[in-house]
């Protein structure tokens, strides 16, 4: 009996101390299932890292695929087609009897040959055996069988387009000398004109040829030196590169004219770009940066010109967006949400501080990258509101601001005011630490900026205008590698920046390049710079008939 109480005690204890090992083991559990959950989290957040840096490098760079890229495979199919067609008609013609090909179904493209090109025109007479041998005009050509004069009643007239290889011509200017035989009067001659590199092969044409295959047709100096090689003409990359780097001091007056231009904007777009520049010293390349402005108010009806500059930088900081705006007096940036353009908005101006508005773009392209690696069904119902805002901008596209923004208080305006709480409620249910919450916090951090579109019809979603001429930049950048050194960089700019613009007011950039050339070589007033303007360039020159 008396060891009774101690067993009692003992059971007491040892059920006190296994309760107290079932929670430190419940414990130690919880906390193992949160560290494998958030080792989980890391492993995910990683391998979303991995994926989008292979996507970066091999991937496609858009998440938008060309139209014409699929065409690409359907390029193989027509080819095989071309082939079955030809035979095909060559044996329907063996069967009907007919040496060479009669009329059949007109091809696509026939009777829109442009009127600008020139027509070189070839008569095929009937075969000679058909005539007697004394004609000696068509008109006076008799049938062999001998009934007399033949009459000419019609014709069948086709156009083909054929091409002439490029070709190089020598261009001679001669400057005769006069002089009276009857007084002592100075020999009378004219001046000679100036040209871009004095004494030197090129004329102003071929330069802005050599500037257009680099600067818009990305084709380096190198590859354009093979081309002319292969018609004997022998020029190194050196040669090319000094010509052009002449015309570009001639050009300046125009650039420095278009950037005082864009001062005048009442928005601007915004963006920048990686420019690696030879480094000699390390014998490796730096980074620098092409900043591209653009004003363009096509959009909203706007009746000013397509304008835009391209400028160079050795850095992507604030300093350089604060040295390349200086001066503008528009009230409204549209940027990405790049960091250093958040420092724009605390700049001390007559006009105020710049107004930030932020890119639907660059936000949609978030969620396309975790539809595409997760298949979130967030991302997805993301994509989907945003696409209807998009739907409803290609509405109005082209309407005067006040059409614009009375279409999107009516319709815009619901699909942002539920997007936002929806965005709140989902990132309230996904781990803070996923990608896809860094992007959801990344859209509602510049909500501001995104919503700007819904107060002034001027105003864009996205900074589409820019992305498409640094896009220019970037394909150049591709096919040159590197620019030589800074200098070099910013010819480069203001070449790119000249082509820009002749592309984007829709004018032919070598016939502009050559007459500006001229001229300016010829002492154009600089009062009248305007004159000079791709913007101001007559149509007429242009081949785009």
């Known amino acids: 009996m008396a060891g009774r109480p101690s067993l009692c005690l003992i059971a007491v204890m040892t059920d006190t101390a296994l309760a107290e090992e079932n929670a ?27 994926g989008e840096l292979r996507r970066e490098k091999f991937g496609r760079k858009s998440e938008k695929l060309d139209p014409e890229q699929f065409n690409l495979p359907l390029e193989d199919v027509e080819m095989a087609q071309g082939v ?20 059949g179904t007109p091809n696509r493209n026939r009777g829109h040959l442009p009127k600008h090109l020139p027509r070189v025109e070839r008569i095929i007479e009937p075969a000679t055996t058909l005539w007697s041998p004394l004609e000696r005009h068509w008109s ?18 086709s156009q083909r387009l054929d091409v002439v290889p490029a070709q190089l011509r020598v261009l001679v200017t001669r400057r005769p000398k006069y002089a009276c035989r009857r007084c002592s009067v100075a020999v009378a001659q004219a001046h000679a004109p100036e040209h871009v590199v004095p004494g030197g092969l090129p004329t102003e044409a071929l330069i802005a040829q050599v500037m ?15 081309v002319y090689a292969r018609q004997g003409i022998m020029l190194d990359r050196a040669t090319l590169g000094n010509w052009v780097g002449r015309a570009c001091f001639h050009l300046r007056p125009i ?91 605390g700049v001390d101006r007559i006009e105020g501080p710049w107004t930030l508005v ?33 739907a409803i901008e290609k509405r109005v596209r082209g309407a005067a601001p006040d059409v614009r923004l009375a279409a999107r208080k009516e319709f815009s305006a619901p699909i942002v005011a539920a997007f936002k709480p929806w965005l709140e409620a989902q990132l309230s249910r996904i781990p803070r630490s996923s990608k896809l919450a860094e992007d ?14 819904l107060e ?68 154009h007033p600089k009062s009248r710079i305007e004159d000079l303007m791709p913007w101001t360039f007559a149509p007429a020159s242009s081949l785009a008939a």
């Not at 414990?27 to 391998?47: G, K, P, S, Y």
């Not at 959801?440 to 579109?453: D, V």
């Open 358 to 390: 932020h890119c639907w773009t660059h936000a949609r392209r978030r969620f396309v990258k975790r539809l595409e690696k997760d298949g979130s069904p967030i991302a997805e119902e993301a994509l989907r509101q945003i696409a209807e805002l998009y």
């Open 84 to 103: 079955l067609k030809a035979a095909q008609e060559k044996a329907r013609r063996a069967l009907k009897g007919q040496g060479s090909a009669e009329r």
């Open 255 to 345: 650039v420095d004219h278009i950037r005082e231009r864009l001062k005048g904007a009442d928005r601007i777009f915004m963006d920048e770009t990686r420019a690696p520049v030879l480094d000699p010293g390390r014998r490796k390349t730096k980074t620098g940066y092409f900043w591209s402005i653009v004003s363009d108010d096509r959009g909203h009806g706007g009746a000013g010109p397509p304008v835009v500059m391209f400028h160079y930088a050795p850095g992507r900081g604030a300093a350089h967006a604060l040295r390349f705006l200086e001066g503008y007096r528009g009230s409204f940036v549209q940027c990405d949400g790049y960091d250093a353009y958040d420092k724009l908005t």
């Open 212 to 226: 257009v295959a680099k600067f818009g047709d990305h084709l380096p100096f190198y590859r354009q030196a093979e």
């Open 24 to 50: 430190r083991l419940k414990t130690r559990l919880a906390e193992t299932e949160a560290a494998l959950a958030d080792a989980v989290e890391a492993q995910r957040r990683l391998e979303s890292i991995v």
């Open 456 to 523: 002034d019809g001027r105003l864009e979603l996205d900074t589409n205008p820019v992305e498409n001429q640094i896009r220019k930049i970037a394909l150049t950048r591709k096919n040159a590698l590197f620019a030589g050194h800074e200098v070099g960089a910013e010819n480069w700019a203001i070449l790119a920046s000249l082509i820009a613009n002749c592309k984007m007011n829709d004018i032919d950039p070598a016939s502009y390049l050559t007459n500006t050339l001229r001229a300016l070589l010829d002492g």
């Open 140 to 157: 006076e050509r008799q049938w062999r069988r001998g009934c007399g004069e033949m009459a000419r009643i019609g014709e069948d007239v």
């Open 440 to 453: 959801i916090r990344y859209t509602l951090a510049r909500w501001p900026g995104l919503t700007w579109f």
